[in-house]
């Protein structure tokens, strides 16, 4: 069984995020969307707010699941039984920020390989970091987010 971890923060799960999971669920038998705490980002929403949208977003797939975690991304992999970490790419920004984490992740678990999906281009631009700022600073952020994603003002 093909198993994959797909890691982040999700402060909050934007489309971009949906769109890299929906593509990924049909090359893996299952995907745990894993909720993490990071250490080098003060998050805008709680660990249990990001994981009930996350739930909500898809309860209607049974080959996702959301877990929590506060531990090194390899060692919740192996908790998990998963030999594959799902990351996202929008640009190469991203892949020179991500290329570092998934050469780290081989040294130290050499039994789990990291695996990249592009973004579609028309989420490209699309970041949880855009989103916070349009969301603290009143500005519409109900396009790039799903709409169980969606704060009551």
Known sequence: M???VFPGTFDPITLGHVDIINRASLLFDEIVIAIGVNSNKKTLFSLEQRTQWVEAIFSKNDNITVQPYDKLTVDFCREQECSF????????????YESHIAQLNRKIGADIETVFILCAPELSYISSTIVRDLITYNGDYQSLVPKEVLIDK
């Open 2 to 4: 093909k198993k994959a």
């Open 85 to 96: 970490i799902l990351r996202g790419l929008r640009n190469s920004t991203d892949f020179d």
